[in-house]
Structures are given as structure tokens and as C-alpha cells.
């Protein structure tokens, strides 16, 4: 049992949501997108055998912003899944990653705590 390497992915899985959603906010704000907050759901399953790797991933964004254009967080999704994040990379060497999103309309300006 390589229990290096099942730390390691836990580890990255774990590490993910955040690197995740600071790729999409980044994006989207260089798209000139109003995103207020990204939230990054996980549902994984891991094989049932040593080293009990993770075989499947999902990750559900709830994006909240005013007007945010659907096509745009779509993009922003893909290529942080695609293109930035070497976690996906590496775990979908042994797991189906799949992703979906859902926007909520925010119609009240954030609240800026000091």
C-alpha cells in the first residue's frame, strides 16, 4: 500500500476547492463578470482496494454575482478544470472528474466587513 501517494491525493483533493475557485474568480473578473462569491461543492468516491485512490469526482460551483453571463462562467469553469489546475490533473490519472455550476442572481451590494 502506497500510503504516500493516498495522503498526497487526499491532500489535493482537499486543496482543490480553493485553488479552484480562486482560478474562476480570477477569470472572471478579468472577464469584467460582477462575481461576488464562488462556492465549490465535492462529491468523490474512492476505490474499494488498496491504495483506495480516488476513481470518481465531482465538483458542483455555486457562482453569485449580478449579471454574470452563463457562457462566461462555463469558460472560466473549463479552464481552470482544463488548463490551470495540476490537481486535476494528477487525479484524473485514476478518477473521472465531471463538474457543473449553478448561478445565483445577487440584486444587493456585498457587504465590506472591517
Not at 488548463?83 to 440584486?107: G, Q, R, W
Request: charged share 30%; glycine share 2%; hydrophobic share 45%.
Amino acid at each position: 500500500m502506497n500510503v504516500s501517494l493516498l495522503l498526497q491525493q487526499f491532500s489535493d483533493l482537499l486543496r482543490r476547492p480553493p485553488v479552484t475557485w480562486w482560478d474562476v474568480v480570477d477569470i472572471l473578473e478579468k472577464g469584467r463578470q460582477a462575481v461576488e462569491d464562488v462556492q465549490v461543492e465535492l462529491d468523490a468516491d474512492r476505490a474499494e482496494t488498496e491504495p483506495k485512490v480516488f476513481t470518481r469526482i465531482h465538483i458542483h460551483f455555486i457562482v453569485s454575482g449580478r449579471g454574470l453571463d452563463r457562457s462566461k462562467v462555463d469558460r472560466a469553469i473549463q479552464l481552470s478544470a482544463d488548463k490551470y489546475c495540476s490537481a486535476t490533473a494528477m487525479l484524473a490519472k485514476t478518477a473521472k472528474i465531471t463538474h457543473d455550476f449553478e448561478i445565483v442572481e445577487v440584486t444587493e451590494p456585498a457587504v465590506v466587513e472591517s
